[in-house]
């Protein structure tokens, strides 16, 4: 529908906002396609170490299953996920340092496009990146008796923790000073993994340890996911896992919000 040269810019903005975003979506996937070493490097990591702890340590771990590598899994895709947002901090801080965000805040179109590019690429190149782990898993043995739904409700949660730790990135990206400053956020994500019952059970670790790990976000998200690919009853951690994503998405996203509009 065309409309009057007397429709206010705002409202010509609002009604462009999805062909505005998609623009944006384009614009970022290039640069994805264009330096898929990106996706290699998210990849090689979490592959390696479960390489690592499948066939190094996996004989020495107790964890109740026969095989291993249905244990690890989750907390592997975790990692890789983890590791994956932080290319978008990357990738919105060299567009602030270039100037790109100004020009584009100079031009008649929706302000919050320019981030929801960011974020909607992230959400296709993670799940590349789980794509090919879950393929490398497969070949090491892993296998799930998950239904269709099962598997629905497992993209379903990486999805949104995907979406809320992007948001996450976002905030540095905006904010940060340096390179190394807007992708430092990451380290405490990939590393919490370890902390929670994606490696082994909490039972074994000390008390106050113990305490954190069943407490904290990452041990709900496995122990879910682990359970609805090995076909097992889901117990609430389902409900604690998706109150720590919605959770994490409101708050990282009114602070990104909050960063764009101080910013311009």
């Given amino acids: 529908m065309e409309m009057s040269p007397r429709t206010p810019p705002q409202t010509r903005i609002q009604n462009h906002f999805f062909s505005d975003m998609s623009v944006m979506v384009g614009r970022s996937m290039r640069h994805i396609f264009r330096s898929l070493d990106t996706i290699i490097t998210v990849t090689i990591t979490p592959i390696a170490m479960m390489l690592l702890f499948v066939y190094v340590f996996g004989g020495a771990i107790q964890t109740g299953t026969g095989n291993y590598v249905n244990y690890l ?8 996920i983890a ?19 100004e020009r584009f805040r100079s031009m008649p179109i929706a302000p919050s496009t320019l981030l929801w590019g960011h974020v909607l690429t992230s959400l296709v190149s993670n799940a590349i990146s789980v794509a090919v782990i879950v393929l490398v898993a497969l070949i090491m043995g892993f296998r799930s008796s998950a239904g269709l739904l099962a598997w629905l409700a497992v993209l379903g949660i990486l999805a949104l923790l995907t979406l809320a730790l992007t948001w996450v990135a976002v905030i540095p990206g905006l904010t940060a000073k340096s390179i190394d400053g807007a992708t430092a956020f990451s380290y405490p994500l990939i590393f919490l993994p370890f902390i929670s019952s994606a490696f082994v059970p909490t039972q074994s670790m000390p008390f106050v340890v113990r305490v954190f790990a069943e407490n904290q976000p990452v041990t709900a998200i496995v122990e879910t996911i682990r359970a609805l690919l090995t076909g097992q009853p889901v117990s609430q951690s389902i409900w604690i896992a998706l109150a720590w994503c919605i959770g994490i998405l409101v708050v990282a996203y009114f602070f990104a919000m909050r960063a764009y509009k101080k910013r311009m």
């Avoid at 899994?73 to 890789?80: D, F, K, N, S, T």
Wanted: charged share 10%; net charge positive; aromatic share 12%.
């Fill in 73 to 80: 899994l989750p907390g592997i895709v975790l990692m890789a």
């Fill in 83 to 101: 590791s994956g947002v932080s290319y978008t901090a990357f990738r919105l801080f060299t567009d602030v340092q270039k100037g790109i965000v």
